[in-house]
T-cell receptor, first 116, second 112 residues
Framework: DTEVTQTPKHLVMGMTNKKSLKCEQH?????MYWYKQKAKKPPELMFV???????INESVPSRFSPECPNSSLLNLHLHALQPEDSALYLC???????????????FGPGTRLTVL | SQQGEEDPQALSIQEGENATMNCSYK?????LQWYRQNSGRGLVHLIL?????REKHSGRLRVTLDTSKKSSSLLITASRAADTASYFC????????????FGQGTRLTINP
């Protein structure tokens, strides 16, 4: 299985809602990532997990809360989002060697988030 | 912050022609990767070239890397309508090596 899956595909939420994005991979990758992508822009790194531990937080607002419950799963918990947070949220995974990402990233199809 | 600049931002060619996209970056890298993204979907890895390599081929793709100029190019030969997509270069930095930093991307349109 060389696939990264993300659910849901689309999500519409109000600014007072709490929701979660889910990502799963079964390739044995020990690094997992969240990226945010606005329309016609490149993906921007949000978080990196390495061996289920948060290793990078790119100064993301606390209304985004990542969680890595095991080596196959990555969640992004959302609370009190703003309309400007509307974007495509991409999950990715990669192998790790000597504690650093090795090679290419495998991306999921993304969750299209709309905040009203 | 993004470290890659891609050129051109948009490219439109006829099917069968070759497409060349360029990428420049600012800091030292472990490797440079190219990804394709169809409209509103996830990214697909195309090719990775290491900092000690100068050229790499994969099917109809040819990638070059010039570390002295901090630049790379992606050539797609004999283009097809299915090649229509956005193409991003991305760099694995030596410092901050867990970060894959994307360039601004080139929007490629292949006209039948």
């Amino acid at each position: 299985d060389t696939e990264v899956t993300q659910t849901p595909k689309h999500l519409v939420m109000g600014m007072t809602n709490k929701k979660s994005l889910k990502c799963e991979q079964h390739m044995g990758h020990r690094a997992m990532y969240w990226y945010k992508q606005k329309a016609k822009k490149p993906p921007e790194l949000m978080f990196v997990y390495s061996y289920e531990k948060l290793s990078i937080n790119e100064s993301v607002p606390s209304r985004f809360s990542p969680e890595c419950p095991n080596s196959s799963l990555l969640n992004l918990h959302l609370h009190a989002l703003q309309p400007e947070d509307s974007a495509l949220y991409l999950c990715a995974s990669s192998q790790v060697r000597a504690g650093l990402p090795k090679g290419d990233r495998f991306f999921g199809p993304g969750t299209r988030l709309t905040v009203l | 912050s993004q470290q890659g600049e891609e050129d051109p931002q948009a490219l439109s060619i006829q099917e069968g022609e070759n497409a060349t996209m360029n990428c420049s970056y600012k800091t030292s890298i472990n490797n440079l990767q190219w990804y394709r993204q169809n409209s509103g979907r996830g990214l697909v890895h195309l090719i990775l070239i290491r900092s000690n390599e100068r050229e790499k081929h994969s099917g109809r793709l040819r990638v070059t890397l010039d570390t002295s100029k901090k630049s790379s190019s992606l050539l797609i030969t004999a283009s097809r309508a299915a090649d229509t997509a956005s193409y991003f270069c991305a760099t694995d930095l030596i410092q901050g090596a867990q970060k894959l930093v994307f360039g601004q991307g080139t929007r490629l349109t292949i006209n039948p």
